[in-house]
């Protein structure tokens, strides 16, 4: 990962505000390099903000104004050098920018890069990284909570206790195999109920991350009856206002 690549982090359209993220060793130079009054990297102080202008150095044309981030390796999401920059929001300002870092030297970034550069760099794991996704599309404030906790590390500190009960158990079961004579009988009965243990807890997490996985996928339930048996008010009574049209009259809905 020696390349450095950016991407617009907000989405498209029309906003007050559009965030462009930069990510790699060379992220610093390459936005210094369309701002305006020049900027030496020295200016790009870990964790703090300042104000400058953007410009096409090829047109001498200011595109806009923006405040510009910097977050230092090891210290940032991707764990890399990050340089985010706002500008106004808006369909062409942004683009044109993208395009100016592009010609700097960035790579445009591939769908979920950022992510991807986080979890190679170790600033997450899978599960964490997945659960970037799981926040983003959450479908209720429970769904958040959820994806908030997998990202804050609670299932990964689950799965790791779970890892070092079986390598544990693993252990005792090959000292007793390789050394025979010199160490005690293992207590098949303490065994037993040890993975007992175990497969109860996998169970139980697995049974939760399916409950869990309907606040993000959800549920298509079919109502089905004969015409006229209130089938679309009972529709409306679950969503708890008027959505479909309710009449005397057969087929309309």
Do not use: W
């Amino acid at each position: 990962m020696r390349d450095t690549i950016c991407a617009i982090s907000t989405p498209p359209g029309i906003g007050g505000i559009a965030v462009l993220r930069v990510s790699g060793p060379d992220a610093v130079n390459i936005v210094a390099k369309i701002l305006y009054p020049p900027v030496k990297a020295e200016k790009f102080k870990p964790n703090t903000l300042f104000y400058s202008f953007i410009k096409d150095p090829d047109k001498d044309e200011i595109l806009d104004e923006a405040v510009i981030s910097f977050m230092k390796a090891p210290h940032s999401y991707t764990g890399e050098d990050v340089v985010e920059i706002s500008v106004h929001g808006g369909r062409l300002v942004p683009k044109l920018i993208l395009e100016l870092l592009i010609k700097q030297g960035a790579r445009l970034a591939e769908p979920g890069e950022f992510t991807k550069r986080a979890f190679l760099n170790g600033k997450l794991d899978l599960i964490q990284a997945r659960s970037v996704l799981d926040l983003i599309e959450a479908r209720s404030r429970r769904g958040v909570r959820i994806a908030l906790e997998k990202l804050r590390g609670k299932l990964s500190r689950r799965l790791e206790e779970l890892r070092d009960k079986l390598l544990y158990l693993l252990k005792e079961i090959e000292a007793r195999v390789e050394f025979e004579e010199d160490v005690p009988p293992l207590d098949e009965t303490k065994l037993k109920e040890e993975l007992i243990y175990v497969k109860n807890l996998i169970d139980k997490y697995v049974e939760e991350g399916e409950r869990g996985a309907l606040y993000f996928e959800g549920i298509e339930i079919a109502i089905v009856g004969k015409p006229n048996v209130g089938k679309s008010t009972l529709f409306n009574k679950l969503l708890r206002y008027e959505r479909a049209i309710v009449t005397p009259y057969a087929g309309t809905t």
